[in-house]
C-alpha cells in the first residue's frame, strides 16, 4: 500500500505542475511574449554584429562606425542630423544610430 500510496502524491504532483504550466501558457502577458519570439522576421544589416554594434560610443565618427558596422539598411535625415537604421521589424527591437552635422554619434539605441 506505501508504493502506491507514494505513486499518488507523484501523480498528483505532477497533476499540479501541468496545471501550473497551463496556467502560466494561457496568460496574455506570455502568449504575446511567445508570439513575438516566434513570429520575429527582424531583418539586420549584411555588416551588423551585436558586438561592434555595442563597440560603438558617442562621438564616434560616421567613418568609424561604417568600419565596425558596414552600411546601414537606411539612411534618413532628421532635423539636420542623420540616422542609420542597421535593423528592420515589425515587432520591439532596432538598432538605430544617430549623427550630428558634423558626422558624430550623438544617439545610439537598441529598442
Avoid at 497551463?22 to 555588416?47: C, E, H, I, M, Q
Amino acid at each position: 500500500m506505501k508504493a502506491s500510496g507514494k505513486r499518488s502524491i507523484s501523480i498528483a504532483r505532477m497533476m499540479l505542475l501541468v496545471a501550473a504550466v497551463a496556467v502560466v501558457a494561457a496568460s496574455p502577458r506570455f502568449l504575446s511574449a511567445a508570439y513575438k519570439f516566434l513570429s520575429d522576421s527582424t531583418v539586420y544589416a549584411p555588416g551588423y554584429t551585436e558586438t561592434g554594434f555595442e563597440s560603438i560610443r558617442l562621438g564616434m565618427r560616421r567613418a568609424e562606425v561604417l568600419s565596425r558596422l558596414g552600411p546601414p539598411l537606411k539612411t534618413r535625415p532628421k532635423a539636420g542630423s542623420v540616422v542609420l537604421s542597421y535593423s528592420e521589424t515589425h515587432v520591439d527591437g532596432f538598432r538605430v544610430l544617430g549623427l550630428d552635422p558634423a558626422y558624430q554619434t550623438y544617439h545610439h539605441d537598441r529598442g
